[in-house]
């Protein structure tokens, strides 16, 4: 028959479960702060080609109706090529969304500007059953 094994002594479980002072609070915050701080070192954002701002992150590139990037004309033929991201914190959204000559059947649209220059960076995407997403023009961003 197997030995049975223990990861913690009785007496390391038995502290386990006792409340964590302040002191030992505060220690883990600060450890988890400082991986915070380096997560956020580590993974370069993509900014905004014109000023530097950081508009999102690679890892929220995300698809739409089976694609990242999509190329569309607007009503006055000027070709856009955009790329999908589940969120863009960067951006700061203007206005109430519409659905007047939306690219993506299903969802209105309100423009997106860099929150650090103001350029028009593309469009915040809003639907009624479906998680919103920005489509961005991706020559005016740079990682
Ligand atoms: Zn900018």
Known sequence: MPMMSYPFSPRSSWEALQPLDDK???????????????????????????????????????????????TFLNPSGIEFTIGCFSDAAGCRNIGIPTTQHTWFPGY????????????????????????????????????
């Open 24 to 70: 030992q609070i505060r220690a883990i915050q600060k450890k988890l702060e400082r991986q915070r701080k380096t997560a956020a070192k580590e993974e370069r954002g993509i900014l905004c080609r014109s000023c530097g701002h950081i508009i999102t992150m690679p890892r929220l590139r995300t698809t739409v109706q089976g694609r990242h990037v999509h």
């Open 108 to 143: 209105g649209w309100r423009i997106a500007l860099c929150a650090g220059c103001q350029i028009h960076l593309g469009w915040q995407f809003m639907g009624e059953d479906q998680a919103p997403f920005h489509g961005l023009i991706l020559d005016l961003l740079v990682e």
